[in-house]
Nanobody
């Protein structure tokens, strides 16, 4: 069983930046970041395959960058030009399959979440 531990969340002013990290306790294949704002459904933010192919939600394209270090079993989400609407709990997800998925139930592992708050 692989465990995921996120870090890097916090409070930032609009226009600022944060970098989230997701450390896995073992080797994983594809990774993703989700977020869930208060009273909202969980939203897929970005995904990355083990080979580095990325995809982003339209709402974060050009502002967020997903990356990973396979040697460290760690994924990252660099968030720039943050907006108040980016405020949410951010979750890291991972699965043993090479292909990413947009279905939350098809990810094998989830982190505990880290709060990101963007003030206006």
């Amino acid at each position: 069983q692989v465990q995921l531990v996120e870090s890097g969340g916090g409070l930032v002013q609009a226009g600022g930046s944060l970098r989230l990290s997701c450390a896995a306790s073992g080797s994983i294949n594809s990774m993703g970041w989700y977020r869930q704002g208060s009273g909202k459904q969980r939203e897929l933010v970005a995904t990355i395959t083990r080979s580095g192919i990325t995809n982003y939600a339209d709402s974060v394209k050009g502002r967020f960058t997903i990356s990973r270090d396979n040697a460290k079993n760690t994924g990252y989400l660099q968030m720039n030009s943050l907006k108040p609407e980016d405020t949410a709990v951010y979750y890291c997800a991972a699965r043993n399959q090479q292909l990413v998925t947009t279905v939350p139930g098809r990810w094998d592992y989830w982190g505990q979440g880290t709060q990101v708050t963007v003030s206006s």
